[in-house]
Nanobody, 116 residues
Framework: QVQLVESGGGLVQPGGSLRLSCAASGIIFSSYVMRWYRQAPGKQRELVAAISSGGNTNYAGSVRGRFTISRDNAKNTVYLQMNSLKPEDTAVYFC??????????WGQGTQVAVSS
């Protein structure tokens, strides 16, 4: 059974930092592309960052330079380091795993709220 379990969300003041984690089980983690998405109230889910099995990264323009995605294949975990947080970063953040020919999987999400 595949599970993606996010953690690390919470309430932070503008300018603060959070690190999200997503622990995967039931998949050959190192072979999967891993992504972080977010969904704010009343908005569509959007891609925030992605990291390939080889470690190549991509970011949405709105977070580039502030967020960093990384992975630890030994721990089957992907991270999202979020710095200089803004109120517009408030959303539920979802972990996503995909591999060609193997399907895709979603985590349950973790809430991030940026407010003073």
């Amino acid at each position: 059974q595949v599970q993606l379990v996010e953690s690390g969300g919470g309430l932070v003041q503008p300018g603060g930092s959070l690190r999200l984690s997503c622990a995967a089980s039931g998949i050959i983690f190192s072979s999967y592309v891993m992504r972080w998405y977010r969904q704010a109230p009343g908005k569509q889910r959007e891609l925030v960052a992605a990291i390939s099995s080889g470690g190549n990264t991509n970011y949405a323009g709105s977070v580039r330079g502030r967020f960093t995605i990384s992975r630890d294949n030994a721990k089957n975990t992907v991270y999202l380091q979020m710095n200089s947080l803004k109120p517009e970063d408030t959303a539920v953040y979802f972990c996503y795993a995909w591999r060609l020919g193997a399907g895709d999987y979603w985590g349950q999400g973790t809430q991030v709220a940026v407010s003073s």
